[in-house]
């Protein structure tokens, strides 16, 4: 990794791997989303099922009834459940910023 490379990512060392601050663990709602993939490309957490998860309680946050969401997400209407009483009723944070 570069001078300009240190630079842009906090953390990162130079001719070595960056070094990622501790990610808090995700929530057990996840596990209904099904099987772990890994940690997230996009934002660096600890899990890439988050995506998914954040995408539905946006659009139960804006008023979508639960049902269209599970149908439009192919999961069952008990995932989107545990996803608003995860996500919306509980203060929720994900990924390296925490």
């Not at 996840?30 to 899990?47: E, F, T």
């Not at 192919?74 to 944070?93: F, L």
């Amino acid at each position: 990794m570069g001078q300009r490379m240190k630079r842009l990512i906090p953390g990162a060392r130079v001719g070595g791997a960056g070094v990622a601050p501790p990610s808090p663990a995700p929530p057990c709602c996840l596990d209904a989303l099904g099987p772990y993939r890994g940690p997230c490309g996009i934002c660096g957490g600890p899990d890439a099922r988050h995506r998914l998860a954040d995408a539905i309680a946006d659009r139960l946050r804006a008023g979508e009834s639960a049902e269209a969401v599970a149908l439009d997400y192919e999961v069952q209407a008990g995932v989107v459940c545990a996803i608003s009483e995860c996500y919306i009723r509980a203060p929720h944070t994900h990924g390296a910023s925490a």
